[in-house]
């Protein structure tokens, strides 16, 4: 156990549709990572916060966009959802935001998009 | 922009074989080094990470790593692998782009182990 927690475990919804994950760090660290990975294009950065801030950003869509709150935890949104967007949809932490320092690897959100 | 390079995608071996999983990667600057492996089913968890000194790391599990600057690589290896080494491992890099620390992951490595 990392002591990253996501919620749902699973998801199955359909195009068009919109969806919140959610995640919440380890309890001390202030940066949280999010992640997609699907089978074609493996594990695929999509955007970084840090105590509240926009700390960088990956491959993310448009219609994807993330934020994190006072408490820390943090939350994916996707809308307009597409099949191609049904993926496991990891959560990180990490106590500062830069250097040499490890994440921690939520147990991840699978989504279908039927 | 920094890239990481895992050339193996898919690695067969049995039991006992020796282990080498290759990672390059392209920036110039600093770089701190992780492998993180992810079990069937399961979260990636670290193996091992580089951040300066001693360029041969030394992780769990039995796992090992070697940076050599001048290649760009940081190869992740194991003398005698066990089935329960099958998994999915990534390299990964972190690095200052664009005024901020970005850690880039490669696209991963199946290990299949046969018993």
Request: charged share 15%; proline share 4%.
């Amino acid at each position: 156990d990392s002591g990253v927690t996501q919620t749902p475990k699973h998801l199955i919804t359909a195009t068009g549709q919109r969806v919140t994950l959610r995640c919440s760090p380890r309890s001390g660290d202030l940066s949280v990572y999010w992640y997609q990975q699907s089978l074609d294009q493996g594990l695929q950065f999509l955007i970084q916060y840090y105590n509240g801030e926009e700390r960088a950003k990956g491959n993310i869509l448009e219609r994807f966009s993330a934020q994190q709150f006072p408490d820390l935890h943090s939350e994916l949104n996707l809308s307009s959802l597409e099949l191609g967007d049904s993926a496991l949809y990891f959560c990180a932490s990490s106590v500062v935001a830069a250097g040499p320092n490890e994440q921690f690897f939520g147990p991840g959100t699978r989504l279908t998009v039927l | 922009a920094q890239s990481v390079s895992q050339h193996n995608h898919h690695v067969i071996l049995s039991e006992a074989a020796s282990l080498e999983l290759g990672c390059n990667y392209s920036y110039g600057g600093t770089v701190n080094l992780f492998w993180y492996v992810q079990y069937p089913g399961q979260h990636l968890q670290l193996l091992l990470k580089y951040f300066s000194g001693d360029p041969l790391v030394k992780g769990i599990k039995g796992f090992e790593a070697e940076f050599i600057k001048s290649k760009f690589s940081f190869n992740l290896r194991k003398p005698s692998v066990q089935w329960s080494d099958t998994a999915e491992y990534f390299c990964a890099v972190n690095a200052l782009s664009g005024g901020y620390q970005k850690v880039t992951f490669g696209t991963g490595t199946k290990l299949q182990v046969i018993p």
